[in-house]
């Protein structure tokens, strides 16, 4: 059973860096066509697909926040990271981690979590 | 400013069958597999169709997905008080090189 889980701080300051966590269990980012990715949502408002990587270590980022993203993976320990820099009070959101394979949409999520920016 | 097009809202009455659209593009449905989420308020969305017309384990089969060409729809069959939540699209985009979705779909049960 595929399961994943997200960790982070529930507030952070302006102009701060968020780090995410994702810990996954039945699965390994060793194996071929396996990817993890994050996505967020904002109160009331759509999803929105930030960052995936690959089994390969091939890393793609949206466009709109390629220049304040960063993930990285830890496959030993079956976690994820995902740092946001220059935290504004625009990027509160839940954000999300999610399994799915290469070059498609995710097939399992996390339960998300909540992370709101304020001074 | 989704990069695919979701009408915000639909509806239906007990038993009715209900359809929803997901419009794209070359780069995303016109090439790619399209799946479909359902998300309740509060909660993670789940996977209701994937590769266009598939539905995981678990998914009763009042739920089916199409594509043709770059637009896809949900259909809903036999609906039910309880299918009422937001409903989201998805797709893989080759110019974004990454995963698009759909602005959502509220479906509200009269």
């Known amino acids: 059973q595929i399961t994943l889980k997200e960790s982070g701080p529930t507030l952070v300051k302006p102009t701060q860096t968020l780090t995410l966590t994702c810990t996954f269990s039945?699965?390994?980012?060793?194996?071929?066509?396996?990817?993890v990715g994050w996505i967020r949502q904002p109160p009331g408002k759509a999803l929105e697909w930030l960052a995936v990587i690959y089994w390969t270590d091939d890393k793609r980022y949206s466009p709109f926040l390629k220049s304040r993203l960063t993930i990285t993976k830890d496959t030993s320990n079956n976690r994820v990271v995902l740092t946001l820099t220059n935290m504004d009070p625009v990027d509160t959101a839940t954000y999300y981690c999610a399994h799915g394979p290469l070059w498609d949409p995710f097939d399992i999520w996390g339960q998300g979590t909540m992370v709101t920016v304020s001074s | 400013q989704s990069v695919l097009t979701q009408p915000a809202s639909a509806s239906g009455t007990p038993g009715q069958r209900v359809t929803m659209s997901c419009s794209g593009s070359t780069s995303n449905l016109g090439s790619n597999y399209v799946y479909w989420y359902q998300q309740f308020p509060g909660t993670a969305p789940t996977l209701l169709i994937y590769?266009?017309?598939q539905r995981p384990s678990g998914v009763p089969d009042r739920f089916s997905g199409s594509k043709s060409g770059t637009s896809a729809s949900l259909a809903i069959s036999g609906l039910q008080s309880e299918d009422e939540a937001d409903y989201y699209c998805a797709a893989w985009d080759d110019s974004l090189n990454g995963v698009a979705f759909g602005g959502g779909t509220k479906l509200t049960v009269l």
């Open positions: 039945g699965f390994s980012l060793n194996t071929r066509g396996v990817g």
């Open positions: 590769s266009n017309n």
